[in-house]
Structure formats: structure tokens, C-alpha cells
């Protein structure tokens, strides 16, 4: 190591008491975070790319450093699904400052990771006050039965109004209108289900019967469209 001649003509003066660096909660304990492997946690963060055409939002499991778990889910940009798919095979088995500075394809991606970094780092996890953090497939949870992201697709102009096209519940198939032409409800079919039971044996028909539902005040439109076509 290099010392100016300006450091070296100085005189030393002693440090002072050092108590180390603040403890973060990690899992249910205190801990002071020295080295990447203090690190633990499970979190979530949304990260965009430059253009903001695209969003991506990251579920991280962190266990002694290393990430464990991973789930990447993306809107918005039909190459962030591919890049997505990359990840996924990426990151886990990294540390998370390796997973920092590694290209995860997509800058949505990347920026999730950086803001996920700054969370697990600074304590600000999920699983910060849970006693033995949150078991590895808990990030899987999220997605519920079907194994589907929760999606809500929108869209409306003012000559022609609203039209809901997808629903945390499902894939939309018709929406209910009353005497004012105004939405009162909503046909969806729970398109996970539907094709895990088509997987098990199930005629697709038959799944497809079984697993379209509605809400709201569907049953008394007077008016019932598909919002894809009509």
C-alpha cells in the first residue's frame, strides 16, 4: 500500500473505542454484518429498464450469504421473459454481492437486484423479525395454486370505455354490464388450475368448465361482452 508524503510526515494518534458496526435484525437475531456470509433473508423488489417499458419484480432467499431461492417475475416486455429465464439459472448458488455484478440480461432485472441488495444489506427483509428466517420454496408461495403470477390487465379509451382482461383471479372471459352499460362484474377462468387438471387427466372442456367462475354482480347483467372482441 502507497502512503503520500503528506500521510507519512503526519503524527499517529491512537483510535478510540471501536465497537463495531450497527446490527441489523436478520431471521429473528441481531446481527453485525461483516462479511457477505452475516447475510440472510428473504425478500422482494421491482426494478425497470431504462426506457421503462418493462418491469420485473425479484423474490430473493438468502441463507449465509448465498442465494437459495429465486423468483422472477416480468410485465411489459416480451424479451424480459427470456432474460428472466437466464436469471433464474444465474443467481442462485451466488452470493448476492457476486449476484450484484453479474449481468442478469435485462436492466429491469439488474435494477431489482440492486434494490434488493440495499434491503437485505441494511436488515429491511421480509423475514427480518422470523425466527429462523423463511424455508427455502417459500418465495413459491407467492404464486399460490396454478403456479401463476398475480397479473391485472387494464385497458380503456374514452370513446369505448373500460375492458378488464386479466384478474388476480384469472384470465377474463366476459365482463357484465347493466341497463347504463356500466361494469358490474367479471367472467374469469383460473387459467393454473384449469391446466393442471387438463395435465391430470381432465378433458380441457371439462377443466375449463370447472374452473371459470365469476364476481361481482355478473349474474344480473343485462349485457354480457367479451372484452377482447366487443
Known amino acids: 500500500m502507497q502512503y503520500s508524503h503528506e500521510i507519512m510526515s503526519m503524527c499517529p494518534v491512537s483510535q478510540g473505542p471501536n465497537h463495531g458496526c450497527a446490527p441489523i435484525p436478520e431471521e429473528g437475531k441481531w446481527v453485525q454484518a461483516r462479511e457477505v456470509k452475516d447475510i440472510s433473508g428473504l425478500t422482494h423488489g421491482v426494478g425497470w429498464c431504462a426506457p421503462q417499458q418493462g418491469a420485473c419484480k425479484l423474490t430473493l432467499n438468502v441463507k449465509d450469504g448465498i442465494i437459495e431461492e429465486a423468483l422472477i417475475e416480468t410485465i411489459g416486455c416480451s424479451g424480459m421473459t427470456h432474460s428472466a ?10 452470493t448476492i454481492l457476486e449476484a450484484l455484478n453479474t449481468d442478469l440480461v435485462c436492466d429491469a432485472i439488474n435494477v431489482a437486484m440492486r434494490e434488493l441488495f440495499l434491503q437485505i444489506v441494511y436488515g429491511r427483509t421480509q423475514s427480518a423479525f422470523s425466527e429462523g428466517g423463511l424455508p427455502v420454496g417459500a418465495g413459491l408461495e407467492d404464486l399460490g395454486k396454478g403456479l401463476r403470477s398475480q397479473v391485472g390487465t387494464m385497458y380503456s379509451t374514452k370513446l369505448k370505455g373500460v375492458r378488464y382482461l386479466e384478474m388476480a383471479e384469472g ?4 365482463m357484465g354490464l347493466d341497463e347504463n352499460n356500466e361494469a358490474i362484474g367479471y367472467e374469469f377462468v383460473h387459467v393454473g388450475k384449469m391446466m393442471e387438471a387438463i395435465e391430470k387427466g ?29
Open 202 to 230: 381432465m378433458t380441457p372442456n371439462d377443466a375449463y368448465a370447472k374452473f371459470t367462475s365469476n364476481y361481482g354482480r355478473f349474474d344480473e347483467a343485462v349485457k354480457k361482452i367479451c372484452p377482447r372482441h366487443e
Open 171 to 174: 384470465y377474463i372471459t366476459r
Open 85 to 94: 429465464a437466464m436469471a433464474a439459472e444465474v443467481l442462485p448458488g451466488k
